[in-house]
């Protein structure tokens, strides 16, 4: 029998024993062919690598992440994760369904890529509602029914309206999963799911959703695994007290590791793979860990074709050199070597292509001095609603300050506080929603963006109004991306020229503009775990406590609106 490919000698990854053992490996086609301790005597081997002193584990596989959060496309993403050792994800790319609809949908399916890219359906385009947030693009239950027949449509993406799923039995999110049920009624459902517990959880599952990725606790994770549900755990959620909690119960078959948002300058440097080392770190034994982000995310979305190193599944595999460190010496994808350790990532021999309009999608006027100042009834000082940001993850909370007020208007730039400003991008309504933030900018200056998750309008927050003005400027001059400026000038920018949210550059070049914007807001003040998400998810009006949509603050609990002034209507 011939046979293309034989690993030989390597410690190979048993997902069902959950051990190394030294066995051969040989290869036909994409497919693993036999796997023995014994010696290939009667196969027929083409192409022979040796695997002494190597580990043999399964392709990384990803099952909740957003492509768009990497700030590129699915062609150049899928060569930059290949390097880390992913070989699957299932993205769910509802950032690029907010900005442009179906035909964002349908731009990314098409991108070709070595790399298997399954797709989630946003479940929450808008997140909310259209009442409470402005997007480009709009996903409802037509459009659902149009993707459940896709054949790379595998999930329903993460349902996150709250007050739909809990109080609303006939919201759009309730119509969309009994439409997923319906059609298509083992299809896994995914939630996101935050600070969610007791009789509310209960609401969640007993809709049929049945997976969480958001910030966990040792609480969290005993009582929503207990209760049934998967647990996808982001890089926030790995620590040795949540890792301890998976340990001492024996959780692992309910688990898997997810990278949710990877940033372009961070994926430079790792990925699902870095997870699995940090893991390790927290205290998870190495074997569970690739167990976790390998057979147990597999079994989650009901692959029956990997995940493992066994006859007749694919052969998608790495070489490590350790197993403790995940030093990756090779990756194979379909038996074919894909990367090797030190070797340049690579890329799509044509730059990715999007429809013209995708280039041209931010529609907004400047911003004038005018705008930015705030009448209020009170003579000398008013109390104002602020959004506190943290030093750790995307929560926030919800405090009141007090603001001087000079000629009847709030004197916000000597206030401590920073003014946020959101302007709809799209030329549908023209809106603009104000609001102030705790612990964002120490220094004078300002950060504007469109990638301001998931509604992506211009988001602009300063401690100065001409920096506001120059940074909301550059950022509409170059069709979105990321700005930063001080004393008047821009320090740092990353365009996104793509629905204002997506690059088309090459890795190493995004990810070094958006390095450069990281540091220049640490260098105004900026501190928290991750600088830019935590930015760009002040707008996020499902994600706790108090975030700001077009349309203004928000209790994301409740969906009520907050006033700028306590007092005052906005």
């Not at 000629?407 to 946020?420: C, F, H, K, P, Q």
Request: net charge negative; with cysteine; proline share 4%.
């Amino acid at each position: 029998m011939k046979v293309d490919v034989a690993i030989l000698n390597g410690q190979v990854f048993n997902s069902f024993t959950k051990r190394f053992e030294k066995k051969h490996v040989s290869i036909i086609g994409d497919k693993f062919y036999y796997i023995s301790p014994d010696e290939f005597e009667r196969l027929e081997v083409q192409e022979v690598v040796d695997a002494t002193n190597q580990y043999i584990v399964p392709g990384l596989i990803d099952i909740h992440m957003h492509i768009e959060s990497s700030m590129t496309s699915p062609a150049i993403f899928s060569g930059a994760a290949l390097a880390h050792g992913v070989t699957t994800v299932v993205a769910d790319a509802h950032e690029i369904a907010n900005v442009c609809g179906m035909e964002g949908l349908e731009a990314f399916f098409s991108q070709p890529s070595v790399m298997d890219i399954f797709y989630a359906i946003p479940s929450s385009v808008p997140s909310t509602t259209p009442e409470l947030e402005t997007t480009g693009g709009y996903i409802g239950v037509e459009e659902v029914k149009q993707l459940l027949q896709h054949p790379k449509v595998i999930a329903l993406g993460e349902a996150m309206n709250f007050n739909g799923i809990v109080n609303e039995p006939d919201s759009l999110i309730r119509q969309i999963i009994r439409a997923v049920q319906k059609e298509r009624p083992f299809m896994p459902l995914e939630a996101h799911i935050p600070r969610v517990s007791s009789l509310d959880l209960a609401k969640f599952l007993y809709a049929g959703l049945t997976a969480d990725h958001t910030h966990q606790t040792p609480e969290s994770i005993y009582e929503k695994i207990t209760n049934g549900m998967f647990l996808e755990l982001q890089k926030k959620s790995i620590t040795p007290e949540n890792i301890r909690v998976i340990v001492e119960n024996n959780f692992y078959e309910y688990v898997a590791f997810v990278t949710d948002d990877v940033m372009a300058d961070d994926l430079l440097d790792g990925h699902l793979n870095a997870l699995v080392q940090l893991a390790i770190s927290c205290g998870m034994p190495a074997e569970q860990a690739l167990y976790c982000t390998t057979y147990t995310p597999a079994r989650r979305m009901g692959f029956q074709d990997r995940g493992a190193i066994v006859s007749g599944f694919k052969a998608d595999f790495l070489l490590l050199n350790d197993v403790e460190s995940v030093e990756i010496a090779a990756v194979y994808k379909d038996g074919k070597l894909i990367h090797e350790r030190g070797n340049e990532i690579q890329y799509p021999d044509e730059k990715p292509h999007f429809p013209r309009h995708f280039y041209e999608s931010v529609q907004c006027r400047a911003l004038t001095a005018k705008d930015l100042r705030i009448q209020v009834k009170a003579s000398e000082k008013a109390i104002v609603n602020v959004i506190q940001i943290a030093q750790v993850g995307t929560f926030t909370e919800h405090v009141q300050r007090e603001v001087a007020v000079v000629d009847g208007y709030l004197d916000w730039e000597n206030s401590g506080l920073a003014l946020i400003v959101v302007m709809e991008r799209y030329g549908k309504t023209g809106d603009i929603a104000y609001g102030f933030v705790e612990n964002a900018l120490v220094e004078k200056g300002a950060v504007a963006t469109t990638w301001a998750h998931d509604h992506h309008n211009v988001m602009v927050m300063g401690t100065c109004a001409e920096d506001i003005l120059v940074a909301q400027k550059q950022l509409v001059d170059m069709q979105g991306g990321y700005v930063v400026t001080q004393d008047g000038n821009v320090r740092a920018v990353c365009p996104l020229p793509v629905g204002g949210i997506i690059s088309d550059a090459p890795i190493q070049e995004l990810g070094a503009q958006l390095k450069e914007v990281r540091q220049a807001m640490v260098a105004l003040g900026y501190r928290n775990s991750n600088e830019i998400m935590s930015f760009s998810t002040l707008s996020l009006p499902v994600s706790p406590v108090i975030k700001i949509t077009d349309k203004g603050m928000m209790n994301v609990r409740s969906q009520m609106m907050i006033p700028l002034v306590e007092g005052e209507r906005n």
